[in-house]
């Protein structure tokens, strides 16, 4: 079993930025990917970023150029740098990691932007 806890939501106005922390306990030998994705109200859960264990990285389009994932495998933690934050990207972000083909997740933390 792994256990994810993420942090550092809250509320930022329009243009802030904001550092999600994934800390990932347990198990956590083998995990491979891990990445961000995000569920706003009435919508689909959807991939923010992913991360590979060599360090590999995509994102989804709208938040390319703005937030950046990166991970710290002595740590067994995974970040999403968020800056230039818009209204819709408020959302509730979830970090997921994927170990032995077995897909993990976070409880999720709030992300507001509003001024």
């Known amino acids: 079993q792994v256990r994810l806890v993420e942090s550092g939501g809250g509320l930022v106005q329009p243009g802030g930025s904001l550092r999600l922390s994934c800390a990932a306990s347990g198990s956590i030998f083998s995990i491979n990917d891990m990445g961000w994705y995000r569920q706003a109200p009435g919508k689909q859960r959807e991939l923010v970023a992913r991360i590979t264990s060599g360090g590999s990285t995509n994102y989804a389009d709208s938040v390319k150029g703005r937030f950046t994932i990166s991970r710290d495998n002595a740590k067994n933690t995974v970040y999403l740098q968020m800056n230039s934050l818009k209204p819709e990207d408020a959302a509730v972000y979830y970090c997921?990691?994927?170990?032995?083909?077995?897909?993990?997740w976070g409880q999720g933390t709030q992300v507001t932007v509003s001024s």
């Open positions: 997921n990691c994927v170990r032995l083909g077995r897909e993990y």
